[in-house]
T-cell receptor, first 116, second 114 residues
């Protein structure tokens, strides 16, 4: 199956700083990438959908200025948590799909963000 | 809109017990159905899938059959192991549709004790 990587796998930062999380499709071109957030013992909450070369579409209630998403190429999307606060601490998971993956959605391993 | 409902957990079983996790869906079209597994501290892994009615997905001893008449995709395993302890998510999606994300159920936590 197709492989999606995320970097970093975990990050600890101080309140007020910004954190960038990268999501890469390693062996296929991802025309669409999705960003999810998962709170402890809960399901995945879709934050936004991004298509290569266009602005991301955010789900209702997700602050676009807080969670900046850039899908600059067919293999890379980034999520930047700006001015992070403790309530942003969570597990962030990306997924990607494209024609080469038969539009099946493949998931990255996740990034655990802890804001002190 | 489309939705997925799966049984509430947690589910606790003894090793070698039979497992069933119920999943039903509501969809406007003809989706593909998936089961994902999440081990502690990790991302989601695809466990099995079925793309059309009456298809049976199977992997690692788990299986699920796409039942259009009952809009269900129940996950079963004949004999669970301690290593099967994880959270299981039922989901649906429309393949060949670029922008459509997976719709997840809330997840069912399984604990298998020796």
């Amino acid at each position: 199956g197709a492989v999606v990587s995320q970097h970093p796998s975990w990050v600890i930062c101080k309140s007020g700083t910004s954190v960038k999380i990268e999501c890469r499709s390693l062996d296929f071109q991802a025309t669409t990438m999705f960003w999810y957030r998962q709170f402890p013992k809960q399901s995945l909450m879709l934050m936004a959908t991004s298509n290569e070369g266009s602005k991301a579409t955010y789900e209702q209630g997700v602050e676009k200025d807080k969670f900046l998403i850039n899908h600059a190429s067919l293999t890379l999307s980034t999520l930047t948590v700006t001015s992070a606060h403790p309530e942003d601490s969570s597990f962030y998971i990306c997924s990607a799909k494209g024609r080469e993956s038969d539009y099946e959605q493949f998931f990255g391993p996740g990034t655990r963000l802890t804001v002190l | 809109g489309d939705s997925v409902t799966q049984m509430e957990g947690p589910v606790t079983l003894s090793e070698e017990a039979f497992l069933t996790i119920n999943c039903t869906y509501t969809a406007t079209g003809y989706p593909s159905l998936f089961w994902y597994v999440q081990y502690p501290g990790e991302g989601l892994q695809l466990l099995l899938k079925a793309t059309k009615a009456d298809d049976k997905g199977s992997n690692k001893g788990f299986e699920a059959t796409y039942r259009k008449e009952t809009t269900s995709f129940h996950l079963e395993k004949g004999s669970v192991q301690v290593s099967d302890s994880a959270v299981y998510f039922c989901a649906l999606s429309y393949l060949n549709s670029g922008n459509t994300p997976l719709v997840f159920g809330k997840g069912t936590r399984l604990s298998v004790i020796a």
